[in-house]
């Protein structure tokens, strides 16, 4: 029996990946608890694994007194002399009990202990090898869809990704091999719960991170990105040797790099931009893919006034103020776009009222006196 338990511990440990100690902690446990009701729940039943060998040790604890009164628990000081000689009054002894009293109803017991201790393990096991990887990106395999809820195969065990996590439009199937980055690790009554989104900017930059070597060894660097889930991405990169080109890294030989990470994102456009402490230049990329023609800023209120050619203002702007609001976003500036033929009114309106007020101001005064006067 020694031996067909020092089996079980070992290839369940090598299965589930949970520490021999912790499956003879849990046996130990579970068999204890199955003693202690066949002999009515006694709390002095004991019982001890030999970590090595794996014998089983069951054993009564009672407590040497002059004048037994409670013979489970109690035994006199002549009948503790022969199990254990020099015990004294007061102190405790063992006694060995016969591990087949362990009925049919016990193991029972015994047995649905130690599935709910392995059990317990396993989730102890998945949390800890997934609460530090918050923020990585995983593989998975959808096996079902619940209550707009996706469920994510990841091997060990199953992701949970929530409708509103994913790209607009995007009907998932079972079977589908799709990506997402783990968003939130936590602990519920069922066990933990790997929550994952693809509508994070974080999960761009980490397929970027995946895709682009120079990025994964730090030589280029995401300074910001900025996101509206399955329509268009923002992402500036910087590198601090001059030799490498974080744009052309990214983008990679004849695009293969980008065109990986938008077949992933369904198609999703990404505007990939050199950053520059500069707040002009910064703001003129940041609203690629127009034109720029002036742009005035002020940095106290980190506002600026950019001028398009006409046909560049609908493109400036996207679709619903879709480019200026990312543009905005990714630099931290507040944006106004007009068109060169609004600047060029604004220009004219305000020489006009310029040319007004010196008129005003140089005009001679009258000597004629009033008609109040």
Same mark, same amino acid.
Request: proline residues 3%; aromatic residues 4%; neutral net charge.
């Given at each position: ?107 029972? *017991?015994?047995? !649905?202990? #130690?599935?709910?201790?392995? @059990?317990?393990?396993?989730? &102890?096991? $998945? ?128 695009? *293969?790099?980008? !065109?990986? #990470?938008?077949?992933?994102? @369904?198609?999703?456009?990404? &505007?990939? $931009? ?100």
């Amino acid at each position: 029996m020694t031996k067909e338990l020092c089996h079980v511990v070992e290839q369940i440990s090598r299965e589930k990946g949970i520490s021999r100690e912790v499956l003879i902690e849990a046996l130990e446990s579970a068999l204890v608890s199955a003693m202690r009701k066949k002999y009515g729940g006694r709390s002095n039943i004991n019982l001890v694994i030999d970590r090595q060998k794996c014998n089983i040790s069951v054993f009564e604890t009672k407590t040497i007194v002059s004048s037994v009164k409670n013979p489970k628990e109690e035994i006199s000081i002549k009948d503790a002399e022969k199990i254990a000689a020099g015990k004294m009054e007061g102190e405790t002894v063992d006694i060995p009990l016969d591990l087949h009293d362990l009925g049919r109803i016990a193991a029972q *017991t015994a047995k !649905q202990v #130690i599935f709910q201790r392995v @059990r317990e393990a396993e989730r &102890d096991v $998945i949390y800890n090898e997934f609460k530090d990887k918050i923020g990585q990106i995983v593989s998975g395999i959808i096996m079902r869809k619940e209550k707009g809820i996706y469920y994510l195969n990841l091997g060990k065990t199953e992701a949970v990704l929530h409708i509103k996590e994913t790209l607009p439009n995007e009907n998932l199937k079972r079977g589908d091999n799709i990506k997402a980055i783990i968003s939130d690790v936590r602990v519920t009554t069922k066990g933990p719960a790997i929550v994952v989104s693809r509508t994070a900017p974080e999960f761009v930059a980490g397929l970027f991170k995946m895709e682009v070597p120079e990025i994964n060894e730090g030589l280029v660097m995401i300074k910001n990105i900025v996101r509206e889930p399955g329509e268009r991405t923002k992402i500036a990169v910087y590198s601090k040797d001059t030799a490498i080109d974080p744009v052309g890294s990214c983008v990679g030989m004849k695009g *293969t790099r980008v !065109q990986a #990470i938008v077949r992933e994102l @369904r198609g999703e456009r990404i &505007d990939i $931009i050199p950053w520059t402490d500069d707040p002009r230049i910064l703001i003129a990329r940041a609203l690629s893919p127009a034109t720029i023609d002036k742009i005035g800023i002020n940095e106290e209120g980190k506002t600026a006034m950019v001028v398009v050619n006409d046909q560049q203002l609908s493109l400036a702007i996207g679709k619903k103020g879709q480019n200026v609001r990312l543009a905005m976003k990714l630099t931290g500036w507040d944006i106004d776009i007009i068109s060169d033929t609004e600047y060029s009114k604004i220009r004219l309106e305000e020489t006009d009222k310029a040319l007004e007020d010196t008129i005003k101001k140089e005009a001679p005064k009258s000597d004629k006196p009033s008609i109040d006067g």
